[in-house]
C-alpha cells in the first residue's frame, strides 16, 4: 500500500546520522571496557543511518518532489489515515499539548488531582459526556488510583502544592 | 517428570492459580482493546511484579500473554477492527462470517483453534525443553554471543520491508540499552548530565511509550465510528464441530505459529498472515477466502496462538526473545532476578514448567472464558475508545513513575512516546528497536567475559564460526529475498 508523507521521514532519517556521529565522539571519551560496546555498535549504525538517508532522498528525487513510502506493514500495526496528514498533524498537537498540560499540573498540585481533572475534563469535552458522567469517571479514576497505590504500595509524584491523601 | 507434575500442584495452589485467572482476565481486557497487544500488557504489569513470588509472577504474565491472541478475535470479527496485531488476518475472513449473521460460527471456530494451538504450543515447549538440554549446556559466553548477534541480525532483516530500517530500528534499541552505568566498569554513558539517566532508561518506560502511547494518540486521532457492529447469531457448535473438522489445518498452521514464534524478529503482526497466506495457497477451492471462509478464521487463530509457546523456547533458553512480548517477558525476569539462559535448564527447569502449565491452562480458561462471556464482551467492544483513553493515560502514567519514582519517568515516557510515534508513522519496525533494547545489556556482558576470559581467541572457537556462518547467510539470503521483492511491490 502506497501513501504520501510529509518530508519528516527524511528529517527522522536525517536526525539518525548525527545521533550515532554524537555515540561515536562521546564513547571516545570512556574507559576502554565502557567504550568498546557503544563505539562499535554507533560506528556501524552512523554508517547504515547515512545509506539509509542516501536512499531515502533517492526516492524522494525519484518520486518528483513527493515522497511515496511503502509500508512496513509486516512488522507493525501501521497508521494508515483516511482523513489529510496536515489535520492528524494538528490533532497530534493537540493531544501533546494536552498531556503537557497534565505534567504542568502534576508538577503544581501534584498526581491524583491533575490526573482526575484530566480525565473529567476529557470526558466532558472529547468524550462528550454530560458532566455527571464525567464527575463518575474522575471518581472511578481517583477511586482506582487511591486502591491500587494501597495494595501494592505504589507510589506518585507529589505536587509543589502538598494536599491530603487522596488528593495529593 | 515428576518434578512437572509437581509443578502442576503448584500452579493450582490457590494464591498462583488467583494470580493464573487475574493475568487470563487482564488478557482477555487488553485483546479486546483495539491496539493494545501483549507487549503493552506485560509492561504495565511489571510494576506490579516487583517482589512478588516467581511462580505467581509467571502466572500473572504467562496468563496474561496467553490469551490476547483468544480475545482479540471479537473486535477483529465484530467490527472489522484488529483487537491486537495478531489478529489483523482474522478480520479476512471473520468479519464477512460475522455480517453473514454467522459471528457466534466464526468465534466458536477460532476460540476452539486457538485453545489447539495454545496447548500445542504448550506441548512443543515441554518436549523441547529435555531436548535441547544437552545442546544448551555447551554454550559459553562467545556462543551465546553470537547467538545473540544472530537474534539482532534476524530482527533486523525480518521485521520490517526494508532490512536496512529494521536494522536501525534494532540499532536504536541498541544504543537506548547502553545508556547509563556500563556492565564491566564504573562509566555512566551518555548521561547528558542527568541523574536520572545513570539508571538507564527501565524498560517500562520504553515498551509503554513506544507502544503504548503511539497507539492511544493514533486510536483518539482516527477517531473510530461504532456503526459497524455485528450480531452474535448463534451457531457456537457448528463453529466448534467446523474447527474440528479440519484438524489439520490447525495442526500445520500451529507448527507454523510455533516457527514464527521462535525465530526472533516475526512476531505475531505476520504470524496470522502468514498462516492465512498459507491456508489459501494450500486450498484447492480457494473461491471463498474472504467471503467469510471459515478456514480463513480457523488458520491464523490456531497460528498466534501457538507462537508464545514458540516464543518462550529461546527466551527461556538463550534469553533471546522471540518477539516484542517476549522482550519483555525477558525483562521481568530480570526483575524477579531470574537469569534466562542455560542456567534455566539447570536451575530453574521448575519455572520452566510453570509457564508450560500456566500456558496450556491459560489458554484452555481464556477460550472457556471468551465462550461464556461472549455476550457481555461483544457489548465491550462497542465502547467508543475515548472513554477508555484517559483511563489508559492513569493506568500508563502510574505504571511509568513506578520504575524509579522519578519525574524523570514521566518526561522520558514522553519523549519515547514521540519516538515511538515516529516510528510507526515511518515504518520502521518498533518491535526490533524494543528487542535490541532488552538484549543491548546481554550483548554487551557476553562480549566482555569472551573477551576477558578467552582475549581474541574466541573468536576462533567452532560453535562461533558456525554462527558467524550462519549470520552472515541469513543476512546474505534476507537481503536478497527483499531485493527481488521490492521492485515489483
Known amino acids: ?168 | 517428570m515428576e518434578l512437572f507434575f509437581q509443578t502442576l500442584g503448584v500452579v493450582l495452589s490457590p494464591p498462583h492459580f488467583v494470580m493464573l485467572i487475574a493475568g487470563v482476565l487482564m488478557g482477555l481486557a487488553i485483546g479486546i482493546l483495539p491496539g493494545l497487544g501483549g507487549i503493552v500488557g506485560m509492561t504495565i504489569l511489571l510494576p506490579v511484579i516487583y517482589g512478588m513470588e516467581v511462580h505467581s509472577a509467571f502466572a500473572l504474565l504467562i496468563g496474561m500473554v496467553a490469551v490476547i491472541p483468544t480475545s482479540d478475535t471479537f473486535p477483529s470479527v465484530m467490527m472489522g477492527i484488529p483487537g491486537s496485531s495478531a489478529s489483523q488476518a482474522t478480520i479476512m475472513d471473520g468479519y464477512p462470517l460475522a455480517k453473514k449473521g454467522e459471528a457466534a460460527r466464526a468465534l466458536g471456530a477460532a476460540f476452539t483453534a486457538s485453545l489447539i494451538g495454545g496447548l500445542f504450543g504448550a506441548t512443543v515447549l515441554t518436549i523441547i525443553i529435555p531436548i535441547a538440554r544437552p545442546i544448551v549446556l555447551v554454550f559459553a559466553s562467545p556462543e551465546l554471543f553470537m547467538l545473540a548477534l544472530l537474534g539482532m541480525s534476524m530482527v533486523g532483516v525480518l521485521s520490517g520491508q526494508n532490512p536496512i530500517k529494521g536494522f536501525l530500528a534494532a540499532g536504536i534499541g541498541l544504543m537506548l540499552g547502553a545508556l547509563g552505568d556500563a556492565p564491566a566498569v564504573p562509566e555512566y554513558r551518555y548521561t547528558f548530565g542527568f541523574d536520572y539517566l545513570m539508571d538507564g532508561v527501565p524498560l517500562v518506560i520504553v515498551g509503554l511509550g513506544l507502544f503504548a502511547i503511539p497507539e492511544i494518540v493514533d486510536l483518539l486521532i482516527k477517531g473510530r465510528s461504532i456503526s459497524k457492529v455485528a450480531t452474535l447469531g448463534k451457531g457456537w457448535l457448528d463453529g466448534v464441530k467446523d474447527a474440528l473438522n479440519h484438524k489439520l489445518i490447525i495442526l500445520r498452521c500451529s507448527v507454523i505459529g510455533v516457527i514464527v514464534g521462535f525465530l526472533p524478529g516475526l512476531g505475531g503482526s505476520v504470524v496470522d498472515w502468514i498462516a492465512y497466506g498459507h491456508i489459501v495457497q494450500t486450498s484447492k477451492d480457494r473461491e471463498n477466502f474472504g467471503k467469510g471462509d471459515i478456514r480463513g478464521v480457523i488458520a491464523p487463530e490456531s497460528a498466534n496462538n501457538a507462537k508464545e509457546g514458540g516464543g518462550l523456547i529461546p527466551t527461556f533458553l538463550f534469553g533471546i526473545p522471540g518477539s516484542g512480548s517476549m522482550a519483555v517477558f525477558l525483562g521481568g525476569l530480570l526483575i524477579l532476578g531470574i537469569q534466562p539462559g542455560p542456567s534455566m535448564v539447570t536451575e530453574n527447569v521448575d519455572l520452566i514448567y510453570t509457564a508450560i502449565w500456566s500456558l496450556a491452562l491459560a489458554n484452555v480458561f481464556g477460550a472457556g472464558l471468551s465462550i461464556l462471556l461472549s455476550k457481555p464482551i461483544t457489548r465491550l467492544t462497542i465502547i467508543p475508545f475515548s472513554y477508555l483513553a484517559p483511563f489508559l493515560v492513569l493506568i500508563i502514567t502510574f505504571a511509568s513513575y513506578q520504575a524509579s519514582r522519578n519525574w524523570g519517568d514521566l518526561i522520558a515516557l514522553l519523549f519515547m512516546g514521540i519516538l515511538g510515534w515516529i516510528m510507526k508513522q515511518y515504518g520502521w519496525p518498533r518491535p526490533a528497536a524494543l528487542i535490541g533494547y532488552v538484549l543491548s545489556d546481554n550483548l554487551e556482558t557476553y562480549l566482555f567475559i569472551s573477551v576477558q576470559r578467552y582475549g581474541f581467541s574466541w573468536l576462533a572457537r567452532p560453535g562461533v564460526l558456525a554462527l558467524a556462518l550462519i549470520i552472515l547467510a541469513s543476512v546474505t539470503m534476507g537481503i536478497f529475498y527483499q531485493k527481488k521483492k521490492s521492485p515489483g511491490s
Open chain 1, 1 to 168: 500500500m502506497k501513501k504520501v508523507a510529509p518530508n519528516f521521514n527524511i528529517i527522522f532519517s536525517a536526525c539518525l546520522p548525527v545521533v550515532f556521529a554524537y555515540g561515536v565522539y562521546e564513547s571516545l571519551s570512556y574507559m576502554y571496557l565502557a567504550k568498546i560496546f557503544p563505539l562499535s555498535i554507533s560506528l556501524v549504525l552512523f554508517i547504515t543511518a547515512l545509506i539509509n538517508l542516501i536512499q531515502e532522498i533517492r526516492e524522494t528525487r525519484t518520486a518528483s518532489g513527493v515522497t511515496e513510502i511503502i509500508d512496513a506493514g509486516t512488522a507493525d500495526l501501521e497508521s494508515q489515515w483516511d482523513i489529510p496528514m496536515a489535520q492528524v498533524w494538528s490533532k497530534l498537537l493537540v493531544y501533546m499539548a494536552g498531556i503537557l498540560i497534565l505534567y504542568l499540573f502534576i508538577w503544581i498540585i501534584g498526581y491524583p488531582l491533575s490526573i482526575t481533572l484530566f480525565i473529567i475534563l476529557f470526558y466532558r469535552y472529547v468524550t462528550e459526556t454530560g458532566w455527571i458522567g464525567a464527575f463518575i469517571a474522575g471518581a472511578a479514576g481517583m477511586g482506582f488510583l487511591a486502591l491500587v497505590s494501597k495494595l501494592l504500595t505504589m507510589d506518585w509524584p507529589q505536587g509543589l502544592i502538598h494536599l491530603p491523601w487522596p488528593l495529593g
